[in-house]
């Protein structure tokens, strides 16, 4: 049987949800709409999507599944324009950079049935547009996905097996926390890495070619500074809050750094480069999927909403990828939860916090 998936917004990373989708299985039918139809008409050229809609409700009233992949500001309206003439059962989720705000205003407007999860691929181009859309985009990248109180366990379930199909790494993280640490891993750098070439630009004006000087540290530093500025416009006044701590945090931390510095503290600035590189070489590497056991652990769980949220975003903040999710259900009420664990010392990790949380872990090798 084959799983509809209407497509939103036909940019890089819609058209790479679209390619990966179309490339991993034939038992899916891959539908598109954008507001420009030559996007769209570019993905069926690319074979990316097998036919194309006209409106967003057209395209949310033949889907199993609805990615809306358009700027954070239009994320609300679409998706819950989508979730009007959607059927029951149905799953709407983004793609956007922000996650508390959207699902403040979306998930209270979801009709009876109809599920909206919140998800943020942490995988991207400063390429813009379908014509940079790339099929393994998304492999062995993270794959943020945020439940909550109200999410519905199959829905859940569906998703994250679709998403690591595609070769993500899938993992749950609480909404607003969510924002707090991308505006640091993520935002941040961008606004940091806009300045640095505005002020090399800038001064380019002073020194003669200092543009053509520029080697490959400040080409690595700066390169996210290319994207689309119609795009950060948006996220920066949708995370505003976070993103304004995280820059005045690290105003502090230069401004520090700029006394050392002044003072000629040798030691200070030492200190300060240790603790950078120290931190730098112990920064966890993605999760590549050449994997060795596979732990299974079964879970009994009543069968209502919160509970999906309640495992899987425990189990996010150990920063361990569930590799797969079933639900075995026994009675209408109560069922059990299947999570395959790469290796066993993060299945221990898991099934201990969840034992700290009151649940029953059961866990066998593969």
Known sequence: MKTTVSIIGIGLLGGSLAAAFKQQSPNYEIIGYNHNPAAAEEALNRGFIDRIVHSVEEAAAVANVVFVCVPVKKIPELAILAAKSARPGTIITDVGSTKASIIDEVEPKMPEGVHFIGGHPMAGSERQGVAAANPVLFKNAHYLLTPTQKTDMAAYQKLHSMLTSIGANVLAVDPYKHDKAVAIISHLPHMMAAVLMNLASSEANKTENLLLLAAGGFKDTTRIAAGSPRMWIDICLDNKDAILYSIDKMSDMLDSLRHDIEEADKERIKGVLEKAQHARLNMPSALGKEIG??????????????????????????????????????????????????????????????????????????
Do not use: F
């Not at 879970?299 to 309640?310: L, Y």
């Not at 066993?344 to 969840?354: F, G, I, S, T, W």
């Open 293 to 366: 056991k596979l732990y299974e652990l079964y879970i009994p769980v009543p069968d209502r909403p919160g509970v999906i949220s309640d495992i899987t975003l425990t189990i996010g903040q150990l920063g361990i990828n569930i590799e797969d999710i079933e639900i075995l259900h026994a009675t209408e009420s109560t069922g059990t939860l299947r999570l395959a664990i790469p290796e066993k010392e993060n299945a221990d990790r898991v099934a201990a916090a969840l034992a700290q949380k009151g649940y029953e872990v059961n866990a066998t090798s593969h």
